[in-house]
C-alpha cells in the first residue's frame, strides 16, 4: 500500500508540476521531449505527404498557402510578443492540399499543414479556411499531441498501480478491475482531453485568425455547414470531439472578446 501511495503521489507531482497552454493558460502535464514529438510528427509527415497525391487545383492551393503564411506569421508574432520566441524555433511550416474527398485538415507539431480537397468543397472564403487553419495551429501552439502523449504514459502508470493493488485477487477479480480501469480512464481521462483540446484549439484558432486579419464571426457559419454534413451519431459523452451545438454555442460566446486581438 505504501508502494502504492508513493507511486500516486509521484503522479500528481508530475501533474501539478506542469506548464501552461499559450494564450488560455491552462496547466498542462509534459512528460516526453518537444524533440521527441517533432522527430516522430516529421517522420510521420514526411511519410504521408511522400505518399499523398498533391491537388491539381492551382487556385485552391494558392489559397492554402496564403491563408496558412498568415496564420503562421500572426502565430509566430504572438508567440515572440509574448517572451515565448524560443518557441518559433519548433516551427517549420508547410502548406499543403491533396486530392482527397475527406472534409478534413490536420497541423503536425512543427507546423505541417494539410487541408483536404473535400474540405474546400465547403470552404466560400479565406475567412472560413482562416477558421480551419487557426484551429490546426493552434493544436500545435499548445503542444496538443505532446499532452496526448504524457497522458497515455500516465495512463500506463495507472494501470500498472493498479495492477499491484489487485495481485493477491483472483485472476477473475484482477481481470475486472483492469477491464473497469480501462474503461474508466478512456471516458474519464483520455476522451475528456480529447474535448478539451478540441474546444481549446477553437479558442485559440480564433484568437489566431483574428490576429491575422480575418473575420472570426465567419466561425459560426463554417461549423454549421460542417454540422450539416457530418453524419452524427456518437454521443458527445463517448466522442472526441465536443457535440457541434457545444462548439458553436461556445464559439457564439467568444467574439465580442476577440475585438481586443483585432488589428490595429
Excluded at 62 to 80: C, H, S
Excluded at 91 to 98: D, E, G, M, R
Excluded at 203 to 216: D, E, H, K, S
Aim: charged content about 15%; hydrophobic content about 40%; some cysteine.
Amino acid at each position: 500500500m505504501k508502494k502504492l501511495l508513493s507511486s500516486l503521489i509521484v503522479c500528481v507531482f508530475l501533474f501539478t508540476g506542469c506548464g501552461s497552454v499559450p494564450i488560455t493558460g491552462r496547466r498542462q502535464v509534459m512528460l516526453v521531449s518537444e524533440q521527441e514529438v517533432l522527430s516522430a510528427s516529421l517522420t510521420q509527415y514526411n511519410q504521408f505527404i511522400n505518399t499523398a497525391k498533391k491537388s491539381a487545383n492551382a487556385a485552391q492551393t494558392a489559397q492554402v498557402v496564403r491563408v496558412g503564411k498568415k496564420i503562421a506569421a500572426a502565430t509566430e508574432e504572438y508567440l515572440k510578443a509574448n517572451g515565448l520566441a524560443n518557441e518559433t524555433s519548433n516551427f517549420s511550416w508547410a502548406f499543403n492540399l491533396v486530392s482527397d474527398p475527406q472534409v478534413n485538415g490536420f497541423c503536425m507539431p512543427g507546423g505541417k499543414i494539410v487541408i483536404y480537397e473535400g474540405l474546400m468543397k465547403i470552404i466560400a472564403s479565406d475567412d472560413e479556411l482562416a477558421v480551419v487553419m487557426g484551429h490546426e495551429v493552434a493544436h500545435a501552439v499548445a503542444k496538443h499531441s505532446n499532452e496526448r502523449m504524457s497522458q497515455q504514459v500516465l495512463t500506463q502508470y495507472g494501470a500498472a498501480i493498479l495492477s499491484q493493488a489487485v495481485s493477491k485477487k483472483s485472476a477473475a477479480v484482477q481481470t475486472a478491475a483492469n477491464t473497469i480501469y480501462g474503461l474508466g480512464s478512456e471516458v474519464g481521462v483520455i476522451l475528456p482531453f480529447s474535448r478539451t483540446h478540441e474546444l481549446e484549439a477553437d479558442y485559440m484558432g480564433l484568437v489566431l485568425m483574428t490576429m491575422a486579419g480575418y473575420n472570426p464571426s465567419t466561425a459560426v457559419n463554417f461549423w454549421q455547414k460542417m454540422a450539416a454534413n457530418s453524419a452524427g451519431g456518437t454521443p458527445e459523452f463517448l466522442s472526441t470531439h465536443p457535440s457541434d451545438s457545444r462548439r458553436i454555442s461556445d464559439i457564439q460566446k467568444y467574439l465580442p472578446e476577440l475585438e481586443k486581438f483585432k488589428k490595429k
